[in-house]
């Protein structure tokens, strides 16, 4: 039961709604086996009065604490003593405009914004929200965190129990599920590295089966403490624009784990009277692993107040085995079926007035190359989320003049092989491209093979030079 601290965990469900003490390691309700949200009196807590406060905190940059782009907004997050908070730098990020990406999507000049979360210390923005659960994992004495991952999670959790030396780290992965760049992370930092054979819903299901009978931290977004540092991707965004609200915010979507705690973020700041408006979200599924569009664009899931149709999901899903069809995509960071956050999301697609869509490899491919011609290189999951603003602008759901800000929510570097597949074109990677439906590759950026002698060379530089 729920002490007199200003931060508790309340269960989703709003009929059950039991409240547990943050003390609690839990990543359900022990009555309903729902999700889990932290929630806050926030009657007592130190609240500023407005957004700009926070400004103060880039003049105390040798304080860790306000150096971190997560920490720095630690009133809007306040579960954690300060001596208890595990910090590595992590949110020192940008948003940038890109006027090639918003010519891309037939969007006017200087109105497409993109959040660069590869910035963070492991490459990706899972960084936000490791924070905070190796923070709350610090609180509670954990001695051994895991998770299951299509590569991030377990790069941020490795990096974290590497650099803290608070705990072990094992991690699961899919075997064959996930990109170089991502398991050379785990493996580097000294995580314990299970690769199950089978893919990441498989290692979900199995992590937290461990999780429960070794007693060990669990780290996945189903950490209701994890989204928590994840809500402040929004806080660093409305302060990039000057405490304005954009009129959209576009996320790809995997485990739905950033739509959650963006959701969460929102409404919080609006509760509590620091924004006056809210923006539209828009999350972006890969074509070959829709989980979420299904059910909330074509079969009509919602949130409904907290009375979630749960029979809606468990028939979607009974479809998906009967069918024996599993996520495929070239994206292998969203290559997700069973999203363990799915309540959570359309509880931020109800208050953001949010859609959803899908977006093919072919989509994905091309957006990433606008974006990396425009000097912000992703990895494919990210380029959803260009891809799915050019398909809202293509479709008038987002009009002209509106602002669009799009989560990149992973470096370039963590998987090489899907940009030099599109860029070099050579007979191996071509047949890996078509396997995923990329036939075409009309932004490719190809490498030019000479042979070792000037003039030959120079040619080559002659032709391909441009200005
Ligand atoms: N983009 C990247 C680069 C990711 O790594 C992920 C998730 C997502 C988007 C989707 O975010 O789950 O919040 O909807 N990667 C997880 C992982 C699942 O294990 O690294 P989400």
Redesign the pocket.
């Known amino acids: 039961m729920r002490s007199s601290e200003i931060a508790f965990q309340r269960c989703l469900n709003t009929t059950c709604g039991s409240t547990f003490s943050i003390s609690e390691v839990l990543t359900r309700c022990s009555r309903c086996g729902d999700l889990l949200d932290v929630d806050y009196d926030w009657s007592r807590a130190r609240v500023p009065g407005s957004l700009r406060e926070f400004e103060a905190r880039w003049s105390e940059r040798l304080n860790p604490l306000s150096y971190s782009g997560v920490w720095r907004f630690r009133e809007l997050l306040p579960f954690a003593p300060d001596e208890q908070i595990v910090t590595i730098g992590e949110g020192q990020t940008q948003l940038k405009s890109s006027n090639a990406v918003a010519r891309y999507c037939d969007l006017p000049e200087g109105t497409v914004l993109l959040q660069y979360e590869g910035l963070n210390p492991s490459g990706?923005?899972?960084d936000n929200g490791m924070t905070a659960a190796s923070t709350h994992a610090r609180m509670t004495g954990a001695k051994q965190a895991a998770?299951?991952?299509?590569?991030?999670?377990?790069a941020s959790l490795a990096i974290y129990g590497g650099t803290s030396g608070l705990f072990g780290v094992v991690v699961f992965v899919g075997s064959g599920k996930i990109s170089y760049g991502k398991l050379s992370q785990a493996l580097d930092y000294g995580a314990l590295t299970v690769q199950i054979r089978g893919d990441?819903d498989d290692a979900m299901r199995q992590v937290q089966a461990v999780c429960q009978r070794e007693g060990i931290y669990l780290c996945n977004?189903v950490n209701p403490f994890r989204l928590e540092g994840q809500k402040t991707i929004i806080y660093r965004i409305l302060e990039s624009l000057g405490w304005e609200v954009p009129d959209w915010i576009v996320?790809?979507?995997?485990?739905?784990?950033?739509?959650s705690s963006f959701g969460k973020a929102l409404s919080e700041l609006k509760q509590l009277g620091l924004i006056q408006k809210l923006p539209r979200l828009a999350v972006i599924n890969a074509a070959g692993s829709d989980t979420l569009y299904e059910l909330y664009e074509r079969r009509g899931s919602r949130w409904n107040g907290g009375q979630v149709d749960q029979a809606l999901i468990d028939g979607f899903y009974a479809e998906l085995d009967a069918s024996g069809k599993r996520a495929e995509t070239l994206a292998t960071?969203?290559q997700?079926s069973r999203?363990v956050?799915l309540k959570k999301a359309l509880r931020a697609l109800d208050v953001c007035d949010g859609v959803v869509r899908r977006v093919t490899d072919q989509e994905i491919l091309d957006a990433k190359a606008q974006i990396g011609a425009g000097g912000f290189g992703c990895?494919p999951?990210?380029a959803a989320s260009v891809a799915g603003a050019r398909l809202l602008r293509r479709e008038g759901t987002i009009a002209p003049g509106e602002r669009v800000v799009c989560i990149l929510?992973?470096h370039q570097l963590?998987d090489p092989t899907a940009t030099v597949a599109y860029h070099a074109g050579d007979a191996h990677s071509r047949d890996d491209l078509l396997k995923h439906g990329v036939e075409r590759t009309p932004f490719a950026n190809r490498p030019v093979a000479v042979a070792n002698e000037i003039e030959e060379i120079l040619r080559a530089v002659r032709a391909g030079s441009v200005g």
């Not at 998770?147 to 377990?154: D, H, L, M, V, W």
Request: aromatic share 6%; hydrophobic share 25%.
């Open positions: 990706s923005f899972k998770c299951a991952s299509t590569g991030n999670t377990s990441f977004s996320v790809p979507g995997g485990n739905l784990g950033n739509s960071a969203i997700i999203p956050n990895e999951a990210s929510t992973g963590k």
